[in-house]
């Protein structure tokens, strides 16, 4: 069965500091998809950055980028410069072909402190 | 492009009612997935419709819910009496008709089962 998990039920960061996000999955497949999707407040599902699993290049999208190491099935999110808006829970996300559902962690809680 | 609309917002019902969630997907988008995220838990895949069809309904529980995506109009998320164990965020999220690995979300239903 394919498994998302997080083990960081929160994490805080300092304004302007960086932060990683751990997130590791389980699954028999070669060919998928990862995401980190953020959840303000308001609880809208906002996508932040994706991964097709046979790129090896990580994903970059301004200050968050991924390291994905397929190998050992991981998929860490870093914000760089972190802002107060970045504050929110974070979840990661996985899907086996573009028809399928998505797979959510548990998701973490990021805290950022001025 | 409006993104994906859901209604209500917010529905409040009593026990033993019928709750009705509503989901218009993007324009051009005609696959139409349904999540539920239970209280500080993070999302579970329900449904997943394209027009008229039903394609993957492994998350359903296997009575009192179902789902439609009509030829024309939104798709329907229908709760049959309610308990309160069904107070929950109801996500709607659509990928296009040419699939591509991204879903994108709705801003959710929140139902309260009193």
């Known amino acids: 069965a394919q498994t998302v998990t997080q083990s960081q039920p929160e994490m805080s960061v300092q304004e302007a500091e960086t932060v990683t996000l751990s997130c590791t999955y389980d699954?028999?497949?070669?060919?998928?998809?990862l995401f980190w999707y953020k959840q303000p407040p308001s609880r809208q599902m906002i996508l932040v950055i994706r991964?097709?699993?046979?790129?090896?290049q990580n994903a970059t999208e301004n200050r968050f980028s991924v390291n994905f190491q397929k190998a050992a099935k991981s998929f860490s999110l870093k914000i760089s410069d972190s802002q107060l808006g970045d504050a929110a829970m974070y979840f990661c996300?996985?899907?086996?072909?573009?028809?399928?559902?998505?797979?959510f962690g548990t998701g973490t809680r990021l805290q950022v402190f001025p | 492009n409006a993104g994906v609309m859901q209604n209500p917002r917010h529905l409040v019902r009593r026990r033993g009612q019928e709750a009705r969630l509503r989901c218009s997907p993007m324009?051009?988008?005609?696959?139409v997935y349904w999540y539920r995220q239970l209280p500080e838990e993070g999302l579970k895949f329900m449904v997943y419709?394209?027009?008229?069809?039903?394609?993957?309904e492994s998350g359903m529980p296997k009575e009192r819910f179902s789902a439609e995506f009509p030829k024309e109009g939104p798709s329907i998320l229908r709760i049959q009496q309610v308990v309160r164990g069904d107070s929950a965020a109801y996500f709607c999220?659509?990928?296009?008709?040419?699939?591509?690995?991204?879903?994108?979300f709705g801003p959710g239903t929140r139902l309260l089962v009193l």
């Open positions: 999220a659509s990928s296009p008709r040419t699939l591509q690995e991204t879903q994108y």
């Open positions: 699954t028999s497949e070669s060919d998928y998809y």
């Open positions: 991964q097709e699993a046979y790129k090896q």
């Open positions: 996300a996985y899907r086996i072909s573009r028809a399928d559902k998505l797979i």
């Open positions: 324009k051009g988008h005609s696959h």
């Open positions: 419709l394209q027009k008229e069809n039903i394609i993957d």
